[in-house]
């Protein structure tokens, strides 16, 4: 069965540095987008990516992140200057359809540690 | 705003036991409704989706009834397995053009042998 794969599955990062998160969707999903969760909260919705651009956004996804889609098959999620609050299990998901009744399929993870 | 309410763990079962964990929704509009499920080690995958009221998913076992008069979606199984140890998250999808999940706290689930 077709898999979203996450690369690195742990990141170490100083506070203030630049990181990039990678994720591979599956082939012939449309629709993108990127969670984390904090240790011991909820999953929280951060970005959603169709068509090479932004649809929605939360009140968490500001000017430190950007998302883009570099050629076919990458999406990645960049945090400018990382914060200790960054710390979190981040999430990738890609969908065939954005309807409602569509479900997201997500990859293992990537845990950002921030020193 | 829309959010789900997951009843809290950690559960701890004996192998064949009945499992029910409890989720209640707040939406506007008819969400679809989702069970997830986290092994230790690995992302979340899909349990489970129902897509209107009265709707059952089920899946390994696991079932869960979209109960729109109740706004609640629980989680059970007849009997579980040590397999089944996991922390399984709630979560729905708003109507029109909601298109992110809200999810759960999760509750983490304990089989013993």
């Known amino acids: 069965e077709p898999e979203v794969t996450q690369t690195p599955s742990h990141q170490v990062t100083q506070m203030g540095q630049e990181v990039i998160l990678r994720c591979v969707p599956i082939s012939n999903h449309l629709y993108f987008y990127w969670y984390r969760q904090i240790l011991g909260q909820k999953v929280e919705f951060l970005v959603s990516?169709?068509?090479?651009?932004?649809?929605?956004k939360s009140e968490i996804f500001d000017d430190q992140f950007s998302v883009e889609r570099p050629d076919g098959s990458n999406f990645t999620l960049k945090i400018r200057s990382t914060k200790l609050e960054d710390s979190a299990m981040y999430f990738c998901?890609?969908?065939?359809?954005?309807?409602?009744?569509?479900?997201?399929?997500f990859g293992d993870g990537t845990r950002l540690s921030i020193l | 705003g829309n959010s789900v309410t997951q009843m809290e763990g950690p559960v701890t079962l004996s192998e064949e036991a009945f499992l029910t964990i409890n989720c209640t929704y707040t939406?506007?509009?008819?969400?679809?409704l989702f069970w997830y499920v986290q092994y230790p080690g690995e992302g979340l995958q899909l349990l489970l989706k129902?897509?209107?009221a009265d709707d059952k998913g089920s899946n390994k076992g696991f079932e869960a009834t979209y109960r729109k008069e109740t706004t609640s979606f629980h989680l059970e199984k007849g009997s579980v397995q040590v397999s089944d140890s996991a922390v399984y998250f709630c979560a729905l999808k708003g109507a029109g053009n909601n298109r992110k999940l809200i999810w759960g706290l999760g509750t983490s689930l304990a089989v013993n042998p």
């Open positions: 939406a506007t509009g008819y969400p679809s």
């Open positions: 129902a897509t209107k």
């Open positions: 998901a890609s969908s065939e359809r954005d309807s409602s009744n569509q479900p997201q399929h």
């Open positions: 990516f169709y068509n090479n651009e932004i649809s929605e």
